[in-house]
């Protein structure tokens, strides 16, 4: 029997307080964590109910969603200083703009060692999936449910189908994770894993480093999944050795004992499952408005009707008028306006790596912007250690100060209208980076590689021997 | 939360696949505070684009339920989506599918997200297409949604507690605080993992 339960079944089962027949279950948060984003009417209702914070301890804020990046002199607005006073009234952990441990909330939440295999985070963000590469039960949850977990540590939640996806086969040489998750996107579309606990596994995942891990997961929330799941190895288990919140001493062996057993049974009864080879996969990049509207950076713009349904052709053609693209253009003729690297999805230490490895000794092509923003401060020291600031300032780039910045031009700050920004986030909706822009969602080394040529390019070209 | 039991209203139709969080209500306004506000937020960016978008033809003044296509609010978990939606007035969606996180979402909001059957959803976009301006009665207690004029019906669908808690206009936190035994029991004993 246990050979078929899954690796989500297991942190289900361990989570659940309780569960009436006909209601939903009653589900524990091991960690919450807040962002400014979308804070303020949970702490307002919970003061208007003269609530406590049930468990301050296992709640940690953090600021990213509303920080100016591009111009650091502007005020802060009113819901970062905001957070830090109510974390303040409520005896919460919180890392200010200026905490050398802020950052994006998924960027700071592993390097911290908080996030944590068997785990449950709570986050009020859709990309809390990020947190299930470390075979952590992630729940996306809102603004309301912040403040269910604020007063009870628990929220209710229905139990999601699930659906394994096994990827095998070696990614090739300048093919990234997002790349692969691109793909798998562009393939099964943004609907796919709707109402699914997703879980990755295969030797491609096998493979991967953690913050590859974490961008497939991230991503796993534009294939419409509820949570992404990676069963901890031994790449987890050395990501997390010595972080700060990791346990210590004989905590740490204790731990290892329970988290080696989180894993799905050989026969693990799931409710779909998709294969995917990696070896296939080509550098990506998007030409529409959904994530799903992709293709490889050595093919063209496929004709709407090829496209299935006439609701989706509608949709591609509608996608074609907004990006200003025709079909037939290929990916190496799409223009290039602005870079971004940065977002929950490509701003940790490896991400920078890749790109500054792509830019080192070149310039950026006249008339482009690129932006770097680190994940997190701990990441930008790390990148300013290794010279990688550097590397992105000579080649033209701007440098920012850790947060979501232009992934969600939450801040103000948006690129242009009909601007191209060839961008390393995870969305590439209708206006989401500033009115009429239009993102064309790519990996770090192909966003590096775009800078140089200011226009799509196969990072390919630009690998050092 | 005000309690649902039943509605009448003619529709403001949003078709279209995949409409996102972040068309609904862009992320500067997530945190736009009262209730004009929100409204005006609603749709924004399409409302700046085209001054025919439909929420802004006179006709849909004062309508109530909203009439969309599948996968409505994918994309960001922002609540503020439905904030603004119920801001506007939107009392039901219509459509034929839902992302789960909106559509929780909706529902800790007294706002009742539909899943209407494929057929049934079919002929209501054909009928509204070719120009009709039906009404709709939805009736939560009897589980009912009814356009009299098309001869479509289905039920809503609801799960009971989600259900339950509409009609008697509760939130789940007064249930979650009522947990409070089980939940000291579970913090007691220990996660099993942790």
């Avoid at chain 1, 590469?133 to 007063?151: D, P, R, S, W, Y």
């Avoid at chain 1, 989180?262 to 550098?283: K, M, Q, T, Y």
């Avoid at chain 1, 080649?395 to 031009?409: I, K």
């Amino acid at each position: 029997m246990l050979a078929r339960t899954t690796l989500y079944d297991k942190l289900w089962e361990a989570h659940c307080v309780s569960h009436r027949p006909d209601h939903p279950a009653v589900m524990y948060v091991d960690l919450h964590l807040v962002h400014d984003g979308t804070y303020r009417r949970a702490f307002e209702m919970l003061e208007q109910g003269k609530l406590a914070v049930r468990r301050p301890d296992l709640t940690f804020a953090t600021t990213d969603h509303c920080l100016p990046i591009s111009d650091p002199s502007r005020p802060m607005p009113p819901v970062v200083t905001g957070l830090s006073a109510a974390c303040a009234r409520h005896g919460i952990s919180i890392y200010g703009p200026e905490h050398e441990r802020q950052g994006i909330v998924h960027v700071i939440g592993p390097e911290l060692g908080l996030t944590q295999p068997g785990k449950s985070v709570a986050c009020a963000d859709s990309h809390t999936t990020t947190h299930g590469a470390f075979g952590a039960l992630a729940f996306v949850i809102g603004t309301t449910q912040v403040l269910h977990a604020l007063a009870t540590q628990c929220i209710l939640q229905r139990r999601a189908r699930t659906m394994s996806i096994v990827i095998d086969g070696a990614l090739q040489r300048g093919v990234t994770a997002k790349d692969l998750i691109l793909a798998i996107i562009t393939r099964y579309g943004i609907a796919a894993a709707s109402g699914h606990a997703v879980e990755f596994s295969g030797s491609a995942i096998r493979a991967m480093g953690m913050e590859e891990r974490m961008t497939l997961c991230n991503m796993a929330a534009e294939l419409g999944a509820r949570t992404a799941l990676i069963a901890p190895d031994d790449r987890t288990l050395d990501y997390l050795h010595g972080r700060p919140f990791a346990p210590k001493g004989t905590d740490w062996e204790r731990a290892l004992a329970r988290w080696r057993l989180l894993v799905s049974g050989e026969d693990g009864r799931f409710d779909s499952r998709l294969r995917f080879d990696a070896c296939e996969v080509h550098p990506m990049v998007t030409w529409g408005t959904t994530p799903a509207m992709g293709m490889a950076v050595n093919a063209a713009i496929p004709a709407p009707e090829s496209v299935g349904a006439p609701e989706e052709r509608e949709a591609a053609e509608q996608a074609l008028r907004y990006m200003g693209l025709a079909p037939g253009t290929t990916a190496q003729e799409m223009p290039v306006d602005v870079v971004f690297i940065g977002s929950c999805t490509n701003s940790r230490i490896e991400d920078l790596r890749a790109a500054a490895g792509v830019l080192r000794g070149r310039k950026v092509a006249p008339g482009v912007r690129l932006l770097v923003v680190p994940g997190s401060q701990a990441v930008r020291r790390q990148a300013e250690a290794e010279g990688l600031r550097e590397v992105f300032t000579a080649a033209g780039g701007e440098w920012g100060r850790p947060g979501c910045s232009l992934c969600v031009a939450m801040n103000g700050e948006f690129a242009g209208a009909r601007k191209y920004v060839a961008s390393t986030s995870n969305r590439n909706f209708q206006d989401r980076q500033g009115p009429g822009a239009r993102t064309l969602l790519v990996s770090p080394l192909t966003a590096a590689a775009s800078a140089v040529d200011g226009r799509i390019a196969d990072p390919r070209r630009y690998l050092a021997d | 939360m005000a309690s649902f039991r039943h509605l009448r209203s003619r529709l403001v139709p949003l078709l279209g696949p995949d409409i996102d969080t972040d068309q609904i209500i862009p992320a500067q306004y997530v945190n736009a505070a009262g209730t004009e506000a929100l409204a005006r937020a609603l749709f924004r960016r399409l409302r700046d684009q085209n001054a025919r978008f439909v929420l802004d033809r006179p006709e849909m003044a004062g309508r109530t339920v909203m009439l969309v296509g599948s996968n409505f609010g994918c994309g960001s978990s922002r609540e503020a989506a439905a904030w603004a939606l119920s801001a506007w007035g939107i009392r039901a969606l219509i459509g034929r599918s839902f992302n789960a996180t909106f559509s929780g979402n909706c529902l800790q909001n007294g706002l009742l997200p539909i899943a209407a059957p494929l057929e049934a959803h079919g002929a209501l976009c054909e009928a509204i297409g070719a120009g009709a301006d039906p009404e709709i009665a939805i009736d939560l207690e009897r589980d009912r949604v009814e356009f009299t004029e098309l001869g479509i019906a289905f039920s809503v669908g609801l799960e009971p507690f989600a259900r339950e808690l509409l009609l008697r206009g509760m939130d789940e936190l007064h249930y979650l605080l009522d947990r409070r035994a089980e939940i000291e029991a579970y913090e007691t004993r220990g996660g099993p993992l942790q």
